[in-house]
């Protein structure tokens, strides 16, 4: 027992290793990586060129691959795609990790395929036998561990105690983690992000690539038992929450001694096949289930998927459709042109199959925002059930019904427990259903027929049947024709409209009385259906289906075809079946390399980087834009609005808007005091294709308090966003000390003296009161001597404090290195009157010394109390500035109720 | 909404022509002219996993060049257009035998080795002869697909091999009182091997103490403990005299291997794939497997037959110097089984004489392979396979080719 434990650790130590970093990568930006093991498998395929092939050392070759190869892979990726891809939505975050997963691996084979026989190296297949970084052959050291394993389980710690103390005592660790906190309140920090990103990226991908080199030598140069690795690892993540790196690494330990002791003890699970091989997938949907419901969307929705514009919304029907009837028509004279056994036909027939399988992401994800990586489950659940039910005598339509709907049964059954599930929880149980359905349930004999699988005969219709692949095309044609009108209905109808309304605003849906639960699990079982008819005419047309024939992974590279096409319209799905059934017979055609396949698949990932609305989306939009500009061009305007949020800019540049802005200048420039040192020149900003600012001018000088006022929704914050660089403007300037820096980030502007404390609380709540002071200040007991408040509770998280403490600490730092210009949004909001008190007296200190203060209010008293200058605000202008002393209250009434004075 | 349904129903229209305009039988056998007969294989030349049978090509190269050099089958040389990679993906072999048969006019498929060949039914219904190792289920009991040594995934009932368990004895010196353990892997395929093989050793006298299907199936265990612990002390308490190894993958068996002997096993080791000259390069390997009984299905290249002998010339001769492998080996008898069919059916040659042959009381005897008989082996293994010993960093053959009767497996 004890035996099986200590040799479970040290197996757990790999998976403790990959999955930290699995875990790190995510919570520093959010992208889950799937292919975090890839990354791992290549790693160690430089490893074993180095250490087998050239003959190096195991210790001079790891540590090239682990500390040279791997970080600089991390980092390429992250320039390449990952930053991309933080603000890409959610689906192509996924798809295009999935590319990596594929691509990764075959660059690695196809570079070793190569360089092997003009550099002599040993070829990288099953053959290989990679070694260890410890001597080779490995000695034993005691109890029976040998070298490896005893190197394995000593880097793991030292590992895991070098990453405690990176995070924890340094100040890359403190900005690492103050950015996975809260990524915008960082940048305001002058932390940058999108460096703490590349740092995390580097450092993911180092700790990969070192559980790469460390089992190799027990795994063997197989990409397959990587991406296993990598499931196992991916358990250790959730039970670490995805956030925890201790959690993530002790949960991987605990994982390897769980297997040992399975392995051990547990021979009642002999009897159902694959049962034990599951473990690590059992317990991932169960850590999913149990340790990360959603606290930030509801029922699986993930609404920062935005649909793309309409590009063709201005098109006439007849128009839209042109592309796609005159194809429908060339394919179908093409095809009848051909014989009966014609290769290219029945290529194109497998493409329309894998088509109608594609559809059913349409429906799951295209509409119902829900990334499914279940779908072949789906597709061979259906097919075998057929099957089954057509070998047990059942006529053959009847078999294919009772299929489809095996397959819709399913998919309601996995809905129910997932959809309690958010975004990438819910990705992450259907991938763990997906490789729970491939290891245990179609492994039962008695369901799959065994290795042989069941036969089943072509459709019949009386004048042909479906061993014609011409007819194949057809009824295929007329099948996806069908789920197109489908999806069509479905998004007008009154259902579909809830669907929509579900995923795009959750919260405002359930409350109108709109059953989120109830429309996604219609969506599943449509999908589940679609996909299961689709693997049923997949089984038809090989005559005969397997337990294998559809595995898990083939579901993640279709959602990655689908997703690249375009996953919200049929045509994507139609386009991506044909392009994966005949794209690889043209390569293979033309001699390339599988491997170039799956290298030019994978690099898919980075264009959906750019473009996550995928190749259909990206042609539509290319086509607007070039008609826009041949209007342009056509039209005698001079000035094209391309984006209405640029009208409102020549609207504030124009005389009337001038006019409205009166004599602002002329009040701000104030004779004899010095130069403003921040100051905003007619800025026009907005979000999206609102616009909020139309024109404001603002000054503010050092040692001056400068209150703005006005009413909700005036502007105010906004205003504030875009001093602090937080939110880009469309029009006018930002001038800090006299320079521009109206381009420079967030961060930048941070660093140069620019510190907003925004509306709510601007602290980290996941971090320390002490981790909180230092984003700021090098040593923080100048605070504490302040502030005794703080001091007695640094050590605890900031997150836990009462609000009035959570805004001293907020501002605290800036008593100790005060800022150029301190904005503070809203700082007295949901305060006792005691601590407002405290902090306008705060706001007096920094007066005196020197910094220059914006302070947002809405209600004005207390403003006005510690106020030098006054701003009113409304509707996205000043409407007035003038000195404290000539506010009155007819200004207040004149500039909260809108009536000019 | 109509415009669509206008669409569909002209589409089901044309459906209906489609079914009018059926090619005529072909008036000449396809892949087959006055001096050529076309052939091309399906291997797993590349997979995620990393296993390849890419050597199966040389193999059948080299056979079918020496039969060209004698001047072809009935004036009719061999064209072989190599083989196609089907990725260990079914859908990728179903695609491969339909491109090899509609596109590339391909009279027969040679050698077919991909352990999870999609295109099985694909020939059977078009009547294209496919020869090559039949590992899986999807050749027993077609017409088309001839296995080299028959089919090795009999149905129950169907015979089940007893060559191993016999060979063994035979080596052993006897097997009464002898106890064997045989671990195979988790998942249907790795335990219906397991059953075969327990019953071949079972069959041969030995008593069986052990049948583990505990490893898991993706990727070897990082610790061997606890499988290694069950074996130990499987034979009430003590290890077993044997242990068999069902499970594919020099990495597993080296680790498993590594480990019982690290626990102090000091009884025989068997299994199917370690019959391999890669694993003598890396002399940890080679050292981790010494002593292992490997259980080739062919006469081994150390044999002193003529039949060997001829091999390694003729492959020689297409590759100087290359590594003989089993796939090669595979690929090689293959070929060599086709060409026999090939010349006993004549000058006269169309796929229904060539199965109507094939499948007439075919009977094919060859110290390279043992015998093959068919229509009889469509349904069961030829029974006959050889044992090689790993001594002192080189194998030696054991035990030549032998074939023993089939049992009927439960």
């Known amino acids: ?441 179609f492994q039962v004999d008695a369901f799959s027929n065994g290795t042989i699988g069941w036969p089943l005969p072509a459709i019949s219709f009386r004048v042909a049947d479906t061993t014609d692949p011409r007819v194949r095309v057809v009824l295929l044609l007329v099948l996806i024709g069908l789920v197109g009108l489908l999806v069509r209905n479905l998004e007008r109808s009154v259902s579909g409209r809830a669907i929509l309304a579900v995923r795009s605003a959750p919260a405002a849906a359930a409350t109108v009385g709109v059953s989120g639960p109830r429309t996604k699990i219609m969506l599943f079982a449509l999908a589940s259906a679609i996909a299961g008819l689709g693997g049923v005419l997949y089984a038809t047309s090989k005559g005969s289906i397997t337990a294998t024939d559809l595995p898990a992974f083939a579901g993640f590279v279709w959602l990655a075809v689908v997703v690249l096409q375009g996953v919200r319209r049929i045509g994507g799905a139609v386009l991506g079946g044909l392009i994966a059934a005949v794209f690889p017979e043209l390569l293979a055609g033309w001699g390339v390399s599988a491997h170039v396949g799956a290298i030019l698949f994978g690099t898919g990932g980075m264009i959906l980087a750019k473009h996550p609305d995928g190749v259909l989306a990206q042609l539509a939009e290319a086509r607007h834009r070039r008609r826009a500009r041949r209007q342009a061009t056509a039209s005698s305007s001079p000035a094209p609005s391309p984006a209405p949020s640029a009208a409102p800019a020549t609207d504030a540049l124009s005389p009337r808007g001038r006019a409205a802005l009166g004599a602002v200048p002329e009040n701000l420039a104030e004779p004899g005091r010095a130069e403003p040192v921040l100051r905003l020149e007619g800025v026009v900003a907005g979000y999206g294709d609102v616009t909020v600012l139309r024109g404001v001018d603002l000054a503010i000088h050092p040692g001056e308090v400068v209150a703005l006022l006005g009413a909700n929704g005036a502007g105010k914050s906004t205003t504030c966003a875009v001093a602090a660089g937080d939110l880009p403007v469309t029009a006018g300037a930002i001038l800090l000390d006299g320079d521009d820096v109206t381009g420079r980030p967030a961060h930048r502007r941070a660093r140069a003296g620019v510190l907003l404390a925004p509306e709510g609380r601007g602290v980290f709540p996941g971090l320390t009161v002490e981790e909180n002071l230092r984003t700021w200040l090098e040593s923080p007991d100048p605070v504490y001597e302040r502030l005794p408040q703080l001091a007695a509770r640094r050590t605890v998280l900031a997150g836990a404090l009462s609000g009035g403490e959570q805004q001293l600490l907020t501002l605290a730092p800036a008593l100790v290195r005060p800022p150029r210009v301190l904005i503070a949004d809203e700082p007295s909001l949901g305060l006792a009157p005691l601590v407002v008190e405290q902090i306008f007296a705060l706001f007096a200190e920094l007066r005196q010394r020197g910094v220059a203060l914006l302070l947002v209010e809405e209600k004005a008293t207390e403003a006005l109390a510690v106020a030098d200058r006054v701003a009113f605000m409304r509707l996205g202008r000043i409407t007035w500035t003038g000195p404290r002393s000539e506010v009155d209250a007819d200004r207040l009434t004149a500039a909260y109720l809108g009536v000019s004075s | 909404m109509r415009r669509e349904l206008v669409v569909l129903a002209a589409v089901v229209a044309l459906a209906g022509c489609a079914a009018q305009q059926k090619t005529a039988p072909g008036a000449q056998t396809p892949g087959v002219t006055d001096t050529t007969v076309k052939v091309g294989g399906v291997l797993t030349k590349t997979s995620a996993s990393g296993y390849s049978t890419k050597d199966a090509e040389l193999g059948a190269r080299a056979r079918f060049e020496r039969a060209n050099a004698a001047g072809g089958v009935h004036g009719r040389k061999i064209e072989f257009v190599g083989a196609e990679d089907d990725t260990q993906d079914a859908a990728k072999g179903d695609a491969a035998a339909k491109k090899l048969v509609q596109k590339d006019k391909v009279f027969a498929l040679v050698p077919v080795h991909a352990p999870n060949f999609g295109g099985a039914v694909f020939l059977e219904q078009q009547g294209v002869p496919w020869f090559g190792w039949a590992t899986g289920p999807q050749w027993c009991g077609t017409r088309t697909g001839f296995g080299y040594n028959g089919c090795l995934a009999p149905k129950p009932g169907a015979g089940s091999q007893t060559w191993w368990g016999n060979q063994m004895a035979d080596l052993l010196g006897g097997a009464s009182g002898k106890t064997v353990y045989v671990q195979t892997s988790d998942s249907s395929g790795s335990k219906y091997g397991g059953k075969t093989i327990s019953q071949s050793f079972q069959a041969a006298g030995f008593t069986l103490v052990g049948l583990n299907s505990a490893l898991p199936g993706a990727a070897p265990p990082a610790d061997w403990l606890p499988y290694v612990n069950k074996i130990m002390t499987s034979d009430g308490g003590a290890p077993p005299d044997i242990v068999v190894s069902i499970i594919a993958g020099t990495k597993f068996n080296v680790g498993l291997y590594s480990a019982l002997k690290k626990a102090g096993y000091k009884g025989v080791l068997s299994d199917a794939t370690s019959y391999d000259a890669a694993i003598l390069k890396d002399p940890a390997t080679a050292m981790a497997l010494e002593g292992v009984v490997a259980a080739p299905m062919f006469e081994p290249f150390e044999s002193s037959a003529p039949e060997i002998a001829q091999l390694r010339q003729d492959v020689e001769k297409v590759s100087p110097g290359a590594t003989l492998t089993q796939h090669l080996a595979i690929g090689y008898w293959s070929a060599d089984i086709f060409l026999k069919m090939l010349e006993q059916t004549g000058r006269d040659l169309t796929r229904e004489k060539f199965l109507a042959t094939g499948n007439g009381s075919f009977l094919y005897e060859n110290a390279g392979f043992g015998k093959i008989q068919y229509p009889k082996d469509h349904a069961e293994p030829n029974g006959c396979g050889a044992l090689v010993k790993l001594e002192g960093g080189a194998y030696r053959v054991a035990k030549s080719m032998k074939c023993f009767d089939n049992v009927p497996l439960k």
């Open chain 1, 1 to 441: 027992m004890l035996a099986y434990i200590l040799s479970g650790l040290v197996t757990g130590a790999v998976f403790a290793v990959m999955a930290s970093g699995l875990t790190l990568s995510y919570a520093a930006t959010g992208v889950f990586n799937f292919a975090h093991g890839a990354v791992g498998f290549l790693t160690a395929l430089v490893f074993f060129e180095l250490n087998v092939g050239l003959g190096w050392p195991g210790w001079a070759a790891g540590l090239l691959a682990v500390l040279g190869f791997a970080p600089l892979l991390g980092y390429g990726l992250h320039r390449a795609m990952f930053r991309g891809l933080a603000h890409a939505g959610e689906t192509a975050q996924i798809v295009a990790t999935i590319g990596l997963t594929i691509a990764l691996p075959a660059l690695g084979l196809l570079i070793a395929d190569l360089v092997e026989e003009p550099f002599g190296l040993p070829p990288a297949d099953a053959t290989a036998l990679p070694h260890g970084v410890g001597p080779y052959p490995a000695v034993e050291v005691a109890f029976g561990f040998d070298s490896d394993q005893v190197i394995t389980f000593c880097v793991a710690i030292l590992v895991a105690a070098g990453l405690w103390l990176f995070m924890r005592h340094t100040p890359y660790g403190l900005r690492m983690r103050a950015s996975v906190d809260r990524r915008r309140l960082a940048t305001l920090r002058g932390i940058d992000a999108d460096a703490s990103s590349a740092l995390a990226w580097t450092l993911s991908s180092a700790l990969a690539g070192l559980a790469g080199v460390l089992a190799v030598p027990v795994v063997g140069l197989d990409s397959g038992a990587f991406t296993v690795l990598l499931f196992a690892s991916a358990t250790a993540s959730v039970f670490g929450r995805l956030r925890s790196i201790p959690w993530t690494f002790a949960a991987g330990l605990g994982l390897g001694v769980v297997q040992n002791l399975v392995a051990g003890y547990a021979d009642f699970a002999a009897e159902i096949t694959g049962l034990r091989t599951a473990v690590p997938v059992l317990l991932l949907f169960a850590g999913l289930v149990l340790l990360n419901r959603s606290r930030e969307r509801v029922a699986g929705s993930a609404a920062e998927d935005a649909p793309p514009p309409d590009y063709l919304a201005d098109l006439p029907v007849w128009r839209r459709r042109l592309p796609w009837l005159v194809s429908l028509a060339a394919l179908l004279v093409w095809t009848f042109t051909r014989p009966a056994d014609d290769f290219y036909v029945g290529v194109v027939a497998q493409g329309l199959v894998l088509a109608l399988i594609f559809c059913s992401f349409v429906v799951v994800t295209g509409i119902g925002g829900m990334v499914n990586l279940a779908q072949a489950a789906f597709a061979a659940m259906a097919a075998l059930t057929c099957g089954w039910a057509f070998a047990s005598g059942w006529p053959l339509p009847v078999a294919i019904l009772v299929g489809v709907l095996a397959a819709a049964a399913v998919g309601v059954l996995v809905a129910m427990p997932a959809l309690r599930l958010g975004g990438r929880i819910l990705t992450l149980a259907t991938l763990a259903l997906a490789l729970l359905a491939d290891q245990v349930l």
